[in-house]
Nanobody, 118 residues
């Protein structure tokens, strides 16, 4: 079973920065892609950013230019650098790891709360 361990959430003032990290365990196979999702109160979970094993990235329009996703070469470890945070970024952030080639899997982290104050 693939398990994801997240870290780095917390409380920050608007304009500040946070860095989230996620490490997978329980598999020797490379997840592709890995990503971060978030869910604010009363809203659906949405994709924030994703990165393939080759380093291709995708971002939600709302975070482009402010957030950067990165991945350690050959590792199932992903980071999300969040700069210029806004109150509307407040949410629980979830790490996701998928593999569509055999052996297939999809796993979610437990979530880490990011709170951005005015």
């Amino acid at each position: 079973q693939v398990r994801l361990m997240e870290s780095g959430g917390g409380l920050v003032q608007a304009g500040g920065s946070l860095r989230l990290s996620c490490a997978a365990s329980g598999t020797i196979f490379v997840a592709n892609p890995m990503g971060w999702y978030r869910q604010a109160p009363g809203k659906q979970r949405e994709l924030v950013a994703s990165i393939t094993s080759g380093g291709s990235t995708d971002y939600a329009d709302s975070v482009k230019g402010r957030f950067t996703i990165s991945r350690e070469n050959g590792e199932n470890t992903v980071h999300l650098q969040m700069n210029s945070l806004k109150p509307e970024d407040t949410a629980v952030y979830y790490c996701n790891a998928q593999r569509v080639l055999p052996p297939r899997f999809e796993s979610w982290g437990q979530g880490t709360l990011v709170t951005v104050s005015e």
